[in-house]
């Protein structure tokens, strides 16, 4: 008889061979027809150009501080409302443990409300859209052809 631990290990097993077989799979149903637009290098669709040790603007990097902190922050709140939303404790103090709990609630979402505020207030919220630049990348289709496919699915 396999313990505990033999079980989650043949679950683990299971798991791994699962995606070892449909990794497998795919790649036997899937089409194989590289060429060299497909072979390029590129990101989130569109062509690099110059150097990849160009610097980003840190608007990027502290928005998604922000967005970190905040999400994370809120994702605290689910644990904390199973603990603190049951009844057999709010019912053996008399209701104080559900005033104690909503007040709590209160306080930290009204830190994280000040917080948002300074974050804005400062302007660390504020978005400066820089121009695109579009690629130009050489093709056998027609332009003309890129048109009608753009003008088809315009609403």
Known sequence: MLSDFGILLLFILAAFAFIGIVLFGAS?????????EKNSTYESGEE???????????????????????????????PWSTVFGQAS???ATGGLWGWFALAEATLFVVILALGLAY?????????VKPQPKIPTIETKVPADLYQKVNDRYKR
């Open 28 to 36: 036997l149903l899937r089409p194989n027809r590289p060429n060299v």
């Open 48 to 78: 690099p150009v110059g150097n990849a040790n160009v610097q980003f603007n840190i608007r990027f990097y502290v928005v998604a501080l922000i967005f970190v902190l905040f999400d994370v922050e809120l994702v605290f709140l689910f």
């Open 89 to 91: 404790l709010i019912k």
């Open 119 to 127: 974050v804005w207030a400062k302007g660390y919220l504020d978005w």
